[in-house]
């Protein structure tokens, strides 16, 4: 399928709990990023329902054999369900860039097979770290025993809901956890369609369950039920923190956190071919239109190398016109909401007041179709304190400053507040290696910017981008906890 209608996709509405839809009546307005037009109404959930649905992944962590099952017949199960995701595709990517800002033809050739692809990822782990035998005394036997923490809460942010829901879903499942997981509120419904699927693959009704609602209402109920015994949470650090202190208050109970991002991209005089560098840093702020955690926005640029690579990224994004989400072609997309376009005119207002230099951009799309469409802008920016680099825009915003040597290239990386990613592009090997270990940022990209299909990379934040981490290894075992046993073998 290459373009479809909208206005002719069935909607999976409502919460899912045990196995079930619960359709409610809904007062939540969503609307499509493309148009504006709202096209559904959600429920949202009240106490009642998160307690519902905490109850029936209790009841299958408990009743049901998933935790118990032998863990290959997990990883079975869950590698149906990836089939099942795959098999849906023309389905799910219509419903995925229905209401988000992905357009279909990035839906159907990552989300959806990244998504599906995930779930297989983690599904291996399920018998491979069970825990392991300690080095204690010859007559005395350790162990410590990898299990299950129980109910894991998950809370997934609208930007990429497909593949932020598996992030957070699949580890969990494959350590034998179960599930309730709220999605935004703004992109509700691919995530049913998943529990949906999982359920026809083998997965046992109440294992994941997706509850619908507003974050300070159904997400906060979540943090703060006592049948949850841990929150994973990705979304804005100022949400983080209030995940974090409903689950202080109310535990305390283990929480990851995968927050906001205002990465930097180094970009040394020596880099091979400027026009290759050029068109991976205008792909770093103008994919999903910036709404990228961790879009490359602080471009940071030996000062030789200044006016050659604004005049290529110009040209770059001169070609990107703005599109509906569900027609096939469209390469550059809306912004999320009114809301959010206005917040990325106000930063560069605010930024352009403090002195920083409009290059290019710094306006809406003129367009007929009522979506919010910012164009592709670059702000040239003499010192850090300006907001457009302070801030995080979550729009097409790249600010740009000029460096001199080496050292003041670091210094400028390093910011305030978030440490999500960074890129270093320059041809020195010595210079990228000695650059990766002095930036703050948990992923650092050489020579290239953005992710790739390396599930076993994990990916998290250094200062206030994040706790924890997605992806890899570390997001299985953060799913565990481990019990010493100690066995006294004297006869
Ligand atoms: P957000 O923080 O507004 O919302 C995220 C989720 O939290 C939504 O489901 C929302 O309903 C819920 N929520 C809101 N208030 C809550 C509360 N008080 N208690 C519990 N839940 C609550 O973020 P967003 O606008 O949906 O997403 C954009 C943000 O997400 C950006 O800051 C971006 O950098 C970040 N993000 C980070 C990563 C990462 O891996 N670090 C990935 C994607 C997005």
């Known amino acids: 399928m290459a373009s479809f209608d909208p206005d002719r996709i069935s909607l999976p509405g409502g919460h899912y709990i045990h196995g079930r839809l619960v359709q409610e009546t809904g007062t939540l307005p969503v609307s499509r990023p493309s148009d504006g037009k709202v096209y559904a109404m959600l429920p949202s959930a009240d106490a009642g329902c998160v307690d519902a649905a ?23 199960a869950m590698r149906r ?11 799910l990517a219509a419903l995925e860039s229905l209401g988000s800002t992905r357009p279909i033809d990035q839906a159907r050739a990552w989300d959806v097979p990244y998504t599906a692809e995930g779930i297989r990822f983690f599904a291996e782990f399920a018998d491979k770290c069970g825990g392991e035998v300690a080095a204690t005394a010859h ?11 129980g109910v894991v809460g998950a809370i997934a942010p609208w930007n990429f809901p497909l593949s932020m829901t598996c992030w957070k879903v699949a580890p969990a499942l494959a350590a034998g956890n179960t599930v309730v997981l709220k999605p935004s509120e703004m992109t509700p419904f691919s995530a049913v369609r998943l529990a949906t699927l999982a359920v026809e693959a083998g997965v046992p009704p109440g294992v994941f369950n997706v509850i619908q609602g507003s974050g300070p209402v159904a997400g906060e109920a979540l943090c ?29 109970k ?18 091979p071919d400027l026009d290759r560098t050029a068109q991976t840093l205008a792909a770093a702020i103008t994919g999903n239109a910036g709404q990228v955690c961790v879009a490359g926005s602080r471009l940071l640029v030996e000062r030789p190398l200044l006016e050659p690579l604004v005049e290529r ?11 509906l989400t569900w027609h096939a072609g469209t390469r550059f997309s809306p912004l999320i909401s009114d809301a959010q376009a ?18 290019t951009g710094g306006t809406r799309f003129d367009t007929e179709s009522g979506g919010c469409f910012y164009r592709p802008t670059i702000l040239q920016v003499g010192a850090s304190d300006n907001p457009a680099v302070r801030e995080e825009i979550f729009g097409p915003v790249l600010t740009i400053q000029a460096f001199d040597d080496e050292e003041e290239a670091l210094g400028l990386a390093e910011h305030e507040i978030y440490g999500l990613a960074a890129g270093v592009h320059t041809a020195d090997l010595g210079r990228a290696l000695r650059a990766v270990r002095r930036l703050s940022a948990g992923t650092v990209w050489v020579n290239r910017y953005g992710r790739s299909r390396d599930y076993i990379l994990p990916t998290g934040g250094y200062k206030r981008s994040g706790i924890g981490r997605d992806l890899g290894r570390a997001a299985y075992e953060a799913n565990l906890h481990h019990k010493s046993v100690l066995v006294d073998l004297t006869p």
Do not use: N
Not at 342 to 359: D, H, K, P, Q, Y
């Open 139 to 149: 007559d005395h036997l350790g162990m410590q025993i990898a299990e299950p923490l």
């Open 342 to 359: 206005r917040r990325v005119e106000t930063i560069v207002s605010r930024a352009r007041e403090a002195g920083a230099e409009l290059l």
């Open 254 to 271: 283990p929480v990851t956190l995968e927050l906001g991002g205002k990465s930097p991209q180094l970009v040394f005089a020596d880099v």
């Open 81 to 91: 369900w990836a089939d099942l995701i795959e098999a849906d595709i023309d389905y």
């Open 54 to 76: 905490v109850d029936s992944a209790r009841r299958a962590f408990g009743g049901s054999d998933w935790a118990r099952r032998p863990p290959r017949d997990r990883a079975r």
């Open 224 to 252: 703060r039920h006592p049948g949850v015994a841990k929150v994973t949470f990705t979304g804005s650090t100022g949400t983080g923190r209030a995940v974090m202190r409903a689950c202080a208050e109310t535990g305390p």
């Open 313 to 323: 990224l110009q040209q770059c994004f001169a070609t990107l016109e703005p599109g």
